[in-house]
């Protein structure tokens, strides 16, 4: 799986963005999908996760009903809609997918043997 972000940008705090991932090949709809970020100088933090066939889906507290995550398996891309923007989500924003059917699809560790993406910058400004 090639995996594809697009979407980051600047941003003033408050404000609104949404970002996607396209993914290749034809088995989208096996693989858990989730976000990660990583800020200048920070370790990379789990962000949201949804499950294969989308009904579930998992937020870390700092971006939990701000942020909301979805997916179109048949358009092969995962989204991160993300509201209320504070420069504290300033980093660069990675989708990552896992062939997972199992309903610990939020666990962050779970896709460190998954696949990646190039990642997209989000900087927020005050």
């Known amino acids: 799986v090639q995996l594809q972000a697009s979407g980051g940008g600047l941003v003033q705090a408050g404000g609104s963005l949404r970002l996607s991932c396209a993914a290749s090949?034809?088995?989208?709809?096996?693989?858990?999908m989730g976000w990660f970020r990583q800020a200048p100088g920070k370790e990379r933090e789990f962000v949201a996760a949804?499950?294969?066939?989308?009904?579930?889906?998992f937020y870390a507290d700092s971006v939990k009903d701000r942020f909301t995550i979805s997916r179109d398996n048949a358009k092969n891309t995962v989204y991160l809609q993300m509201n209320s923007l504070k420069p504290e989500d300033t980093a660069v924003y990675y989708c990552?997918?896992?062939?997972?059917?199992?309903?610990?699809?939020?666990?962050?560790?779970?896709?460190?043997?998954?696949?990646w993406g190039q990642g997209t910058q989000v900087t927020v400004s005050s």
């Open positions: 090949g034809r088995t989208f709809s096996s693989y858990a």
């Open positions: 990552a997918a896992r062939y997972y059917s199992g309903s610990n699809y939020y666990t962050p560790t779970l896709y460190d043997s998954g696949y």
């Open positions: 949804i499950s294969r066939d989308g009904t579930s889906t």
